[in-house]
Protein backbone atom coordinates (compact mmCIF):
# COMPACT_ATOMS: atom_id res chain seq x y z
CA UNK A 1 0.00 0.00 0.00
CA UNK A 2 1.02 3.94 -0.38
CA UNK A 3 1.89 5.75 2.02
CA UNK A 4 -1.08 8.07 1.65
CA UNK A 5 -3.48 5.02 1.64
CA UNK A 6 -1.73 3.23 5.25
CA UNK A 7 -2.09 7.10 6.33
CA UNK A 8 -6.04 7.39 5.80
CA UNK A 9 -6.55 3.70 6.91
CA UNK A 10 -4.21 4.54 10.11
CA UNK A 11 -6.52 7.60 10.57
CA UNK A 12 -9.74 6.03 10.53
CA UNK A 13 -8.85 3.16 12.68
CA UNK A 14 -7.70 5.72 15.36
CA UNK A 15 -10.86 7.87 14.87
CA UNK A 16 -12.87 4.96 15.93
CA UNK A 17 -10.03 4.01 18.69
CA UNK A 18 -11.05 7.35 20.61
CA UNK A 19 -7.77 9.25 19.66
CA UNK A 20 -8.99 13.23 19.96
CA UNK A 21 -9.27 15.66 16.92
CA UNK A 22 -6.20 17.54 18.31
CA UNK A 23 -4.16 14.35 18.13
CA UNK A 24 -5.31 13.50 14.97
CA UNK A 25 -4.99 16.90 13.14
CA UNK A 26 -1.14 17.26 14.62
CA UNK A 27 -0.28 13.34 13.26
CA UNK A 28 -1.53 14.70 9.61
CA UNK A 29 0.67 16.96 9.56
CA UNK A 30 3.38 14.82 10.21
CA UNK A 31 2.31 12.12 7.64
CA UNK A 32 2.09 14.89 5.49
CA UNK A 33 5.64 15.74 5.57
CA UNK A 34 6.54 11.94 5.78
CA UNK A 35 4.78 11.53 1.95
CA UNK A 36 6.56 14.87 0.93
CA UNK A 37 9.50 13.45 2.03
CA UNK A 38 9.81 9.93 1.00
CA UNK A 39 7.16 10.55 -2.27
CA UNK A 40 4.15 8.51 -2.07
CA UNK A 41 5.33 5.43 -1.86
CA UNK A 42 5.15 1.90 -0.97
CA UNK A 43 5.42 1.48 2.75
CA UNK A 44 7.51 -1.92 2.25
CA UNK A 45 10.06 -0.12 0.35
CA UNK A 46 10.67 1.69 3.63
CA UNK A 47 13.89 0.97 5.94
CA UNK A 48 15.43 1.52 9.20
CA UNK A 49 17.99 3.50 8.05
CA UNK A 50 15.38 5.51 5.33
CA UNK A 51 13.71 6.84 8.77
CA UNK A 52 17.11 7.65 10.94
CA UNK A 53 18.22 9.81 7.96
CA UNK A 54 15.06 11.38 7.72
CA UNK A 55 14.71 12.19 11.51
CA UNK A 56 18.43 12.76 11.63
CA UNK A 57 17.88 15.80 9.01
CA UNK A 58 14.64 16.60 10.99
CA UNK A 59 16.55 17.21 14.37
CA UNK A 60 18.98 20.21 12.72
CA UNK A 61 15.60 22.05 12.43
CA UNK A 62 13.26 21.01 15.02
CA UNK A 63 13.54 21.32 19.34
CA UNK A 64 14.12 18.01 21.00
CA UNK A 65 10.42 17.53 21.93
CA UNK A 66 9.50 18.58 18.48
CA UNK A 67 12.01 15.81 16.90
CA UNK A 68 10.12 13.59 20.13
CA UNK A 69 6.61 14.02 18.92
CA UNK A 70 7.67 13.53 15.30
CA UNK A 71 9.68 9.72 15.98
CA UNK A 72 5.65 8.84 18.25
CA UNK A 73 4.11 9.81 15.36
CA UNK A 74 5.88 7.56 13.18
CA UNK A 75 6.60 4.48 15.69
CA UNK A 76 2.47 4.55 16.10
CA UNK A 77 2.07 4.64 12.43
CA UNK A 78 4.99 1.57 11.63
CA UNK A 79 3.84 -0.47 14.52
CA UNK A 80 -0.45 -0.41 13.37
CA UNK A 81 0.66 -0.94 9.40
CA UNK A 82 2.81 -4.22 11.07
CA UNK A 83 0.09 -5.42 13.44
CA UNK A 84 -1.98 -5.06 10.54
CA UNK A 85 -0.30 -7.43 8.31
CA UNK A 86 0.78 -5.01 5.33
CA UNK A 87 4.35 -5.35 6.29
CA UNK A 88 6.63 -8.27 7.46
CA UNK A 89 8.58 -6.12 9.37
CA UNK A 90 8.57 -3.00 11.54
CA UNK A 91 11.38 -0.59 10.79
CA UNK A 92 10.64 2.13 13.16
CA UNK A 93 10.89 -0.43 16.13
CA UNK A 94 14.29 0.35 17.00
CA UNK A 95 13.78 4.27 16.54
CA UNK A 96 14.01 6.03 20.02
CA UNK A 97 12.86 9.24 21.00
CA UNK A 98 15.54 11.97 22.62
CA UNK A 99 15.43 12.68 25.79
CA UNK A 100 13.90 15.69 26.49
CA UNK A 101 14.16 17.09 29.92
CA UNK A 102 11.15 18.28 32.30
CA UNK A 103 10.60 21.93 32.26
CA UNK A 104 9.03 23.35 35.03
CA UNK A 105 5.47 24.92 34.09
CA UNK A 106 5.31 28.57 33.70
CA UNK A 107 2.61 29.71 35.76
CA UNK A 108 1.02 33.22 36.74
CA UNK A 109 1.02 35.13 40.15
CA UNK A 110 -1.86 35.94 42.23
CA UNK A 111 -0.73 39.47 41.37
CA UNK A 112 -0.61 38.90 37.91
CA UNK A 113 -4.14 37.17 37.75
CA UNK A 114 -5.75 39.76 39.47
CA UNK A 115 -4.52 42.33 36.80
CA UNK A 116 -5.74 39.94 34.21
CA UNK A 117 -9.37 39.73 36.15
CA UNK A 118 -9.43 43.42 36.14
CA UNK A 119 -8.58 43.39 32.19
CA UNK A 120 -11.69 41.77 31.72
CA UNK A 121 -14.16 44.22 30.09
CA UNK A 122 -17.58 42.02 28.66
CA UNK A 123 -19.64 39.44 30.56
CA UNK A 124 -18.42 36.70 28.06
CA UNK A 125 -14.55 37.29 29.03
CA UNK A 126 -14.81 37.55 32.84
CA UNK A 127 -17.06 34.52 32.44
CA UNK A 128 -14.62 32.64 29.90
CA UNK A 129 -11.10 33.99 32.44
CA UNK A 130 -13.03 32.90 35.44
CA UNK A 131 -13.91 29.54 34.07
CA UNK A 132 -10.36 28.39 32.53
CA UNK A 133 -8.44 29.24 35.70
CA UNK A 134 -11.18 28.29 38.52
CA UNK A 135 -11.49 24.74 36.52
CA UNK A 136 -7.89 23.90 35.32
CA UNK A 137 -9.45 22.52 32.35
CA UNK A 138 -7.48 22.18 29.11
CA UNK A 139 -8.44 25.11 26.51
CA UNK A 140 -9.84 21.95 23.80
CA UNK A 141 -11.79 20.12 26.87
CA UNK A 142 -13.99 23.83 27.03
CA UNK A 143 -14.61 24.60 23.67
CA UNK A 144 -16.47 21.18 23.21
CA UNK A 145 -18.46 21.33 26.52
CA UNK A 146 -22.27 22.29 26.19
CA UNK A 147 -24.68 23.88 28.52
CA UNK A 148 -26.33 20.97 29.57
CA UNK A 149 -22.92 19.72 31.09
CA UNK A 150 -23.33 21.96 33.71
CA UNK A 151 -24.35 21.41 37.25
CA UNK A 152 -25.34 24.61 39.09
CA UNK A 153 -26.34 22.92 42.16
CA UNK A 154 -22.45 21.40 42.44
CA UNK A 155 -20.81 23.98 40.52
CA UNK A 156 -19.30 21.08 38.68
CA UNK A 157 -18.87 19.91 34.94
CA UNK A 158 -18.57 17.38 32.67
CA UNK A 159 -15.82 17.85 30.62
CA UNK A 160 -14.30 15.62 27.88
CA UNK A 161 -10.82 15.19 28.04
CA UNK A 162 -7.78 13.10 26.62
CA UNK A 163 -8.64 9.72 24.94
CA UNK A 164 -12.34 10.65 25.02
CA UNK A 165 -12.59 9.90 28.64
CA UNK A 166 -15.18 12.31 30.70
CA UNK A 167 -14.46 13.55 34.21
CA UNK A 168 -15.42 16.20 36.63
CA UNK A 169 -14.18 19.68 36.91
CA UNK A 170 -15.10 22.35 39.98
CA UNK A 171 -15.54 26.13 39.72
CA UNK A 172 -15.96 28.67 42.56
CA UNK A 173 -18.57 30.77 43.36
CA UNK A 174 -17.14 34.03 41.43
CA UNK A 175 -17.19 31.95 38.25
CA UNK A 176 -20.58 30.72 38.72
CA UNK A 177 -22.01 34.67 38.74
CA UNK A 178 -20.34 35.68 35.89
CA UNK A 179 -20.90 32.21 33.90
CA UNK A 180 -24.63 32.57 34.89
CA UNK A 181 -24.60 36.21 33.71
CA UNK A 182 -23.15 35.60 30.67
CA UNK A 183 -25.67 33.15 29.31
CA UNK A 184 -28.46 35.02 30.93
CA UNK A 185 -27.30 37.72 28.30
CA UNK A 186 -27.28 35.05 25.21
CA UNK A 187 -30.06 35.18 22.66
CA UNK A 188 -28.85 32.35 20.45
CA UNK A 189 -29.91 28.39 20.94
CA UNK A 190 -26.38 27.57 20.32
CA UNK A 191 -25.79 24.45 22.95
CA UNK A 192 -21.96 25.69 23.19
CA UNK A 193 -21.48 26.96 26.85
CA UNK A 194 -18.91 29.64 24.74
CA UNK A 195 -19.82 31.05 21.54
CA UNK A 196 -18.48 33.73 19.41
CA UNK A 197 -19.48 37.62 19.49
CA UNK A 198 -20.95 38.25 16.44
CA UNK A 199 -23.28 35.51 14.56
CA UNK A 200 -22.80 33.57 17.38
CA UNK A 201 -21.83 29.89 17.49
CA UNK A 202 -19.27 27.66 19.47
CA UNK A 203 -15.62 29.31 19.89
CA UNK A 204 -12.91 27.84 17.90
CA UNK A 205 -9.15 27.42 20.18
CA UNK A 206 -8.13 29.64 18.03
CA UNK A 207 -10.64 32.21 19.13
CA UNK A 208 -10.67 31.73 22.75
CA UNK A 209 -6.72 31.95 22.21
CA UNK A 210 -7.05 35.72 20.69
CA UNK A 211 -9.38 36.28 23.74
CA UNK A 212 -6.86 35.62 26.09
CA UNK A 213 -4.35 36.99 24.37
CA UNK A 214 -6.59 40.35 23.83
CA UNK A 215 -6.96 40.41 28.35
CA UNK A 216 -3.05 40.02 28.44
CA UNK A 217 -2.74 43.16 26.21
CA UNK A 218 -5.08 45.25 28.23
CA UNK A 219 -3.82 43.83 31.61
CA UNK A 220 0.08 44.76 30.56
CA UNK A 221 1.70 42.12 32.20
CA UNK A 222 5.36 42.04 30.24
CA UNK A 223 5.24 38.41 28.92
CA UNK A 224 3.43 36.33 26.73
CA UNK A 225 0.75 34.97 28.17
CA UNK A 226 -1.19 31.72 26.77
CA UNK A 227 -4.61 29.52 28.56
CA UNK A 228 -2.62 26.88 29.55
CA UNK A 229 -0.54 29.09 31.88
CA UNK A 230 -3.95 29.82 33.89
CA UNK A 231 -4.48 25.71 33.77
CA UNK A 232 -0.56 25.50 35.60
CA UNK A 233 -1.42 28.59 37.67
CA UNK A 234 -4.56 26.26 38.47
CA UNK A 235 -2.35 23.93 39.82
CA UNK A 236 0.46 26.14 41.29
CA UNK A 237 -2.51 27.32 43.22
CA UNK A 238 -4.05 23.95 44.14
CA UNK A 239 -0.68 22.94 45.62
CA UNK A 240 0.47 26.10 47.70
CA UNK A 241 -2.90 25.95 49.25
CA UNK A 242 -2.50 22.16 50.57
CA UNK A 243 -3.87 19.97 48.11
CA UNK A 244 -1.92 16.48 47.70
CA UNK A 245 -0.65 15.23 44.30
CA UNK A 246 -3.14 12.69 44.07
CA UNK A 247 -6.07 15.34 44.09
CA UNK A 248 -4.57 17.60 41.96
CA UNK A 249 -3.65 14.46 39.39
CA UNK A 250 -7.66 13.60 39.47
CA UNK A 251 -8.92 17.13 39.03
CA UNK A 252 -6.39 18.04 36.30
CA UNK A 253 -6.86 14.78 34.25
CA UNK A 254 -3.56 13.35 34.23
CA UNK A 255 -3.44 10.01 32.94
CA UNK A 256 0.35 9.31 34.53
CA UNK A 257 1.21 10.71 38.29
CA UNK A 258 4.60 11.81 36.81
CA UNK A 259 2.81 14.91 34.81
CA UNK A 260 1.06 16.00 37.97
CA UNK A 261 4.99 15.68 40.16
CA UNK A 262 6.37 17.99 38.23
CA UNK A 263 4.19 20.79 40.63
CA UNK A 264 6.29 19.59 43.45
CA UNK A 265 9.32 20.85 42.16
CA UNK A 266 7.54 23.99 41.49
CA UNK A 267 6.43 24.19 45.43
CA UNK A 268 9.93 23.61 46.16
CA UNK A 269 11.29 26.66 43.75
CA UNK A 270 8.46 28.54 45.34
CA UNK A 271 9.57 27.20 48.85
CA UNK A 272 13.16 28.61 48.11
CA UNK A 273 11.80 31.94 47.05
CA UNK A 274 10.30 33.03 50.09
CA UNK A 275 12.98 31.66 52.25
CA UNK A 276 15.59 34.02 50.70
CA UNK A 277 12.92 36.61 50.61
CA UNK A 278 11.63 36.39 54.08
CA UNK A 279 14.72 35.24 56.25
Not at 80 to 108: C, D, M, Q
Request: a positive charge.
Amino acid sequence: MLLSEIWEAYESDKRIEGFSPQTLKAYKLQATLLIRHFSDVEIGSLNTEQLKEYLAQSSQQLKPSSLAHRIRFIKSLFRWTHEEGHIPKNPAAKLKEPKVGKRIPKFLTEREIEHLREACFTTMEKALFEFMFSTGCRIGEIVSLEKNSINWSNRSAIVLGKGDKEREVYFNIRCEIWLKRYLESRNDKDPAIFVTERYPHRMSVAQMRYIIKRISNRAGINKEIHPHQLRHSYATHLLNNGAPLEVIQSLMGHEKSETTRIYAQLSGRLRKEFYQKYF
